[in-house]
T-cell receptor
Framework: RKEVEQDPGPFNVPEGATVAFNCTYS??????FFWYRQDCRKEPKLLMS???SGNEDGRFTAQLNRASQYISLLIRDSKLSDSATYLC???????????FGQGTTLQVKP | NAGVMQNPRHLVRRRGQEARLRCSPM?????VYWYRQLPEEGLKFMVY????????ESGMPKERFSAEFPKEGPSILRIQQVVRGDSAAYFC????????????????FGPGTRLTVL
């Protein structure tokens, strides 16, 4: 079993839709989690850190469920520009070493 | 405030040659990480360095790969005697590695070096 797993998708949604991605992790010692966005042939860009209390940044909301060992990303009112691959990552036991999932591809259609 | 800088952006090498990839972290960041992304695969951790120290190299192949982060100058990832399987995008990330606070270990990525081995 991979340490961090994501549904690769693709998720095809119309503009304005709400879409949610989940990511499961197997290492319960992981402390810090992050969502990154990666456009084709570009570097990953940090979207948001994920806290136990949940955090929100505009249309994006991230949640961490330690009991069930998953993190989620909710995107409201999808825009065409949200089309990208979304990567979740965990910091294995606070070592500084990020373990990434395979990424979930989102396509927002007009 | 300049972000993480990497050069070259594209590098072509023939089998058996050496590849040197450079990374300058963001201003104020003293922690550097290297990751590799093979075509159609996810990002894989390679090595974590601080100035003059290798903290974790558990993701580095045992042979031909080495990394350094000298007191002065950029971090270097060196691949000797490259093979076709080394063709990939190599990303460098940096963090301030704060040990407390909510932004613990947020890593910011450079644009990457795309290595092609002919």
């Amino acid at each position: 079993r991979k340490e961090v797993e994501q549904d690769p998708g693709p998720f095809n949604v119309p503009e304005g839709a709400t879409v949610a991605f989940n990511c499961t992790y197997s290492n319960s010692a992981s402390q810090s989690f992050f969502w990154y966005r990666q456009d084709c042939r570009k570097e990953p860009k940090l979207l948001m850190s994920v806290y136990s209390s949940g955090n929100e940044d505009g249309r994006f909301t991230a949640q961490l469920n330690r009991a069930s060992q998953y993190i989620s990303l909710l995107i409201r009112d999808s825009k065409l520009s949200d089309s990208a691959t979304y990567l979740c990552a965990g910091d294995r036991s606070n070592t500084g070493k990020l373990i990434f999932g395979q990424g979930t591809t989102l396509q927002v259609k007009p | 405030n300049a972000g993480v800088m990497q050069n070259p952006r594209h590098l072509v090498r023939r089998r058996g040659q050496e590849a040197r990839l450079r990374c300058s972290p963001m201003k104020g960041h003293s922690h550097v990480y290297w990751y590799r992304q093979l075509p159609e695969e996810g990002l894989k951790f390679m090595v974590y360095l601080q100035k003059e120290n290798i903290i974790d190299e558990s993701g580095m192949p045992k042979e031909r790969f080495s990394a350094e982060f000298p007191k002065e100058g950029p971090s270097i990832l060196r691949i000797q005697q490259v093979v076709r399987g080394d063709s990939a995008a190599y990303f460098c990330a940096s963090s301030p590695r704060r040990t407390s606070g909510r932004n613990y270990n947020e890593q910011f990525f450079g644009p990457g070096t795309r290595l092609t081995v002919l």
